[in-house]
């Protein structure tokens, strides 16, 4: 044991089951632990590293703006955080971005201005949120409350209110009274990586705009490229009135951005809403550079890495079926545990991760063609011992 993992178990709080894994560097798709194994990439961090570990002009881009200087606040005007905004809206079609440190922020902001936007229209009373059951929203108080799995009430009371839980069927969310908001994942990530129904996801679409009530996309697993588009949304064919990224977006620093639409472009004014590190010129100073980086060129390499790995994967023994798009999949499993597969995968030195009770696979949109082979040969094996 080194002193690291001591350390760690004695002055961490214990909120974190570890691997028993210590990475100290890293480069591209490939990483090293302190004994100078080296591994593979299949999960970026959880989705954060897409363009890989310690990528040469993001680096540039982020030094650059840090011998500049690190930190103004936003009473302040500045140039990087206008940059970012300004090429999100462009990319997307959105009018407004607000910037927040993490998922779960951009999600609590994505609650904040859906709730003011019915009050301000409608009075008080029409607050109710609509997720869907499998949701990850995240784990401050309001967004713990807005992910829908039972197992995750608990512990924390009282929760919040306002948020009602459906399944994915129109049916049970017609059903809800007083709704202001839908917010859904169109894949579900921490859930299993459970893509939504086309077909619900439209006339989730539809009934939204019929009734004003907001659709929120919570893209801060499927965003920036991961799924092959920039948005997965597009995949879907639907606009969203409010979109929320995090992961990948600083590609390794922590941001949170929340994209409004039309709709709701105004609905937050002055002292209204804040963050003392949002739009953090150094993290936004890298994520201009991101955005720069997934062109179509990439996201079309993307899907058909994505395409591969599905069929590399198709009548592997053990494997019962592969879920996802571009490079956010999910691996069911016959027998074994997502858990002992990836424990074994890592011994052999090579890194994917967990969702629920599927192997997920999350790599660095850059991983190339020959490291995606060599990975999926070691993952292969392990499923089918
Ligand atoms: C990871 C995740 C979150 C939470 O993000 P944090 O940065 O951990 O707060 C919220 N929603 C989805 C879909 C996620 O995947």
Not at 190 to 211: M, S, T, Y
Not at 239 to 249: E, F, H, N, R, V
Request: charged content about 25%.
């Amino acid at each position: 044991m080194d002193g690291i993992k001591d350390k760690d178990r004695k002055y961490i709080a214990g909120t974190y089951g570890r691997y028993d894994l210590h990475i100290v560097r890293g480069s591209g798709t490939e990483c090293e632990d302190e004994k100078g194994k080296k591994y593979i990439d299949l999960g970026s961090g959880i989705g954060v590293n897409c363009l890989g570990w310690c990528d040469a002009g993001w680096i540039k881009a982020v030094e650059e703006q840090l011998e500049k200087l690190q930190h103004t606040s936003n009473l302040y005007y500045s140039a990087p955080d206008a940059q970012l905004a300004e090429a999100l809206c462009t990319r997307t079609g959105y009018k407004k971005v607000f910037f927040c440190n993490s998922g779960a922020e951009a999600n609590e902001a994505a609650i904040k201005t859906a709730r003011k936007y019915s009050f301000d229209k409608y009075g008080a009373g029409r607050d109710t949120i609509v997720t869907l059951n499998k949701s990850f929203h995240g784990r401050t108080m309001a967004t713990l409350t807005a992910t829908a799995q039972p197992a995750m009430h608990n512990w924390f009371f009282p929760f919040n209110g306002g948020f009602a839980y459906c399944d994915k069927d129109m049916r049970s969310i017609k059903a809800q009274k007083n709704v202001c908001a839908v917010m859904a994942e169109f894949i579900q990530g921490e859930g299993g990586v459970i893509p939504l129904d086309k077909a619900f996801v439209r006339e989730l679409a539809d009934w939204c705009a019929q009734n004003d009530v907001l659709l929120i996309a919570d893209e801060v697993q499927t965003g920036v490229g991961r799924t092959g588009t920039f948005l997965c949304s597009e995949q879907f064919g639907v606009t969203p009135d409010i979109t929320t990224l995090a992961k990948g977006l600083g590609g390794g620093l922590p941001v949170g951005a929340v994209l409004i639409g039309e709709k709701c472009e105004n609905t937050l004014s002055a002292g209204m809403h804040g963050s003392t590190f949002g739009g953090n010129p150094v993290v936004c100073a890298g994520g201009v550079y991101i955005l720069s980086r997934i062109d179509e060129k990439l996201l079309q390499e993307v899907r058909e890495k994505g395409e591969f790995v599905k069929a590399r994967l198709q009548g592997v023994k053990g494997v019962k079926s592969v879920s996802g798009l571009g490079l956010m999949l999910g691996i069911e499993l016959e027998e074994k545990s997502a858990a002992d597969v990836v424990k074994a995968c890592i011994a052999r030195g090579v890194i994917p991760l967990t969702a629920k009770e599927k192997v997920r696979l999350l790599p660095p949109l850059v991983i190339t063609r020959e490291q995606l082979e060599r990975a999926l040969d070691v993952l292969a094996d392990v499923i089918a011992e």
